[in-house]
Every structure is written in structure tokens, then in C-alpha cells.
């Protein structure tokens, strides 16, 4: 018999694992650049995180990007790769 319960949790578990990577990359922002961004703004995908922010904020992040992809390695455990 079919059950339902088992179907949906895989949903569950793909959701949960993309909360995950959206939460690290804005705490790894946060930590090396002192600035807030919400998780929702953040498209993690093939290993790349885009961030849909202003374009000052953009390059703020891109100033520190090296130091940001140090911090979600250790994070993410090689989940991100770059940020675009």
C-alpha cells in the first residue's frame, strides 16, 4: 500500500537541506562583511549561491568573497563552491 507519510518526507529532507545552505551563506556574509541579508534572497544551485541583493551590497560581498567561501567550506562542507 501506498504511504504518504514516506512520500512527503522526501520533500521535507530537500527543504530542510536548502534552508540549510541559504542560512549558512547570510551567516557566512554576516561574519565576513557585518552585513544582513535574508536567506530568502539567496539561490543556492550546482554548487553556486546567487545573491539578489543591491548592487552595493553585491560588491561589498565580492570584496570579500575569498574570505566568505573559506567560511562556507567549513560550513557547508564543500556544498558552495562560489558565489555569484
Given amino acids: 500500500m501506498f504511504n504518504i507519510g514516506e512520500y512527503l518526507e522526501k520533500f521535507k529532507i530537500r527543504y530542510q537541506a536548502r534552508d540549510f545552505l541559504r542560512n549558512s551563506v547570510a551567516e557566512a556574509v554576516k561574519e565576513a562583511c557585518q552585513i544582513e541579508i535574508e536567506p530568502k534572497k539567496i539561490e543556492v544551485k550546482n554548487f553556486i549561491a ?26 557547508t562542507e564543500g556544498k558552495v563552491k562560489n558565489i555569484l
Fill in 50 to 75: 546567487r545573491i539578489n541583493e543591491k548592487p552595493i551590497v553585491k560588491t561589498q560581498i565580492f570584496l570579500k568573497k575569498q574570505k566568505i567561501l573559506e567560511i562556507l567550506d567549513k560550513k
